[in-house]
T-cell receptor
Framework: GAVVSQHPSRVICKSGTSVKIECRSLDFQATTMFWYRQFPKKSLMLMATSNEGSKATYEQGVEKDKFLINHASLTLSTLTVTSAHPEDSSFYIC????????????FGPGTRLTVL | DAKTTQPNSMESNEEEPVHLPCNHSTISGTDYIHWYRQLPSQGPEYVIHGLTSNVNNRMASLAIAEDRKSSTLILHRATLRDAAVYYCILRERISGTYKYIFGTGTRLKVLA
């Protein structure tokens, strides 16, 4: 069964609104989670690392004020797309390291965001 | 930048073996080689990983070159459900954290 869940699985919103996406680790704790974005027919692009109890670290070119990340607990990270625009429409995926290593990851099922 | 290179696409007939190559010439001595696959509209799924020796599991086999600069994912009998994008990944240490940097992957098409 799934060990990392995302909610919602798909969301449609109007331009200018904010959208929150949740990523949960099921039955294990994750002090670190990762957020990716994927455009159609393209590969996954790492956006940021979510750290429990501290600020997220963002990859170069990713606007931290646009994509707010909060790692509220050891099993939950949220990504908020603020003032969404059509160009933010994408498939957002989170992942969490598998407990005990060696460094394999569990990926969530993804969230399809469509901004009208 | 991605540290792996893979062919953009490959085709296989159903029930036949598939060999998916990956080049990672800049691999360091402690880097594991990871393979994931992504079915349409889903998150990536773990397939296999290895360090130096060849590895087998219920999904696939991983053959690692002696110099570790390349590897091959082997699906022993492709099925239609194996049609996916296969990613070969080396983790990168960025700002003290190990991260996956995805390359372009190989889109595998399985023909009935």
């Amino acid at each position: 069964g799934a060990v990392v869940s995302q909610h919602p699985s798909r969301v449609i919103c109007k331009s200018g609104t904010s959208v929150k996406i949740e990523c949960r680790s099921l039955d294990f704790q994750a002090t670190t989670m990762f957020w990716y974005r994927q455009f159609p027919k393209k590969s996954l692009m790492l956006m940021a690392t979510s750290n429990e109890g501290s600020k997220a670290t963002y990859e170069q070119g990713v606007e931290k004020d646009k994509f707010l990340i909060n790692h509220a607990s050891l099993t939950l990270s949220t990504l908020t797309v603020t003032s969404a625009h059509p160009e933010d429409s994408s498939f957002y995926i989170c992942s969490a390291p598998r407990p005990g290593g060696p460094d394999t990851q569990y990926f969530g099922p993804g969230t399809r965001l469509t901004v009208l | 930048d991605a540290k792996t290179t893979q062919p953009n696409s490959m085709e296989s007939n159903e029930e036949e073996p598939v060999h998916l190559p990956c080049n990672h010439s800049t691999i360091s001595g402690t880097d594991y080689i990871h393979w994931y696959r992504q079915l349409p509209s889903q998150g990536p799924e773990y397939v296999i990983h290895g360090l130096t020796s060849n590895v087998n599991n219920r999904m696939a086999s991983l053959a690692i070159a002696e110099d570790r600069k390349s590897s091959t994912l082997i699906l022993h009998r492709a099925t239609l459900r194996d049609a996916a994008v296969y990613y070969c990944i080396l983790r990168e240490r960025i700002s003290g954290t190990y991260k996956y940097i995805f390359g372009t992957g190989t889109r595998l098409k399985v023909l009935a």
